[in-house]
């Protein structure tokens, strides 16, 4: 079993920054790749990011690129998703997601575990 807690979240104005965090346990997270993503009000679930189980390889949605960085520290446990010039249209609950497969995947579906969520809203 494992357990993926976000944290970081809350209300911003359009261009400012946050920084939201993901807590893992109960599995070897050093081995997980992990994945970032959102569901806007009356919107499908949708891909934001992530990162393999080294760091060494990241993905982005082409929404996000070049505002939002993803990071990890395995020792740790955690994964971050750095937003930086936020949009009104980044609005959503944001979930970070583990997969064991450990390369990183914007497919949801390979994502075993997913955290509560995390609400990010940005005003105009």
């Known amino acids: 079993q494992v357990q993926l807690v976000e944290s970081g979240g809350g209300l911003v104005q359009a261009g400012d920054s946050l920084r939201l965090s993901c807590a893992a346990s109960?599995?070897?997270?050093?081995?997980?790749?992990m994945g970032w993503f959102r569901r806007a009000p009356g919107k499908e679930r949708e891909f934001v990011t992530a990162i393999s189980w080294s760091g060494g390889s990241t993905y982005y949605a082409d929404s996000v690129k070049g505002r939002f960085t993803i990071s990890r520290d395995n020792a740790k446990n955690t994964v971050y998703l750095q937003m930086n010039s936020l949009k009104p249209e980044d609005t959503a609950v944001y979930y970070c997601?583990?997969?064991?497969?450990?390369?990183?995947?914007?497919?949801?579906?390979?994502?075993?575990?997913w955290g509560q969520g995390t609400q990010v809203t940005v005003s105009s």
């Open positions: 997601a583990a997969d064991r497969h450990g390369t990183g995947s914007n497919n949801a579906v390979v994502h075993d575990y």
């Open positions: 109960g599995r070897t997270f050093s081995r997980d790749g």
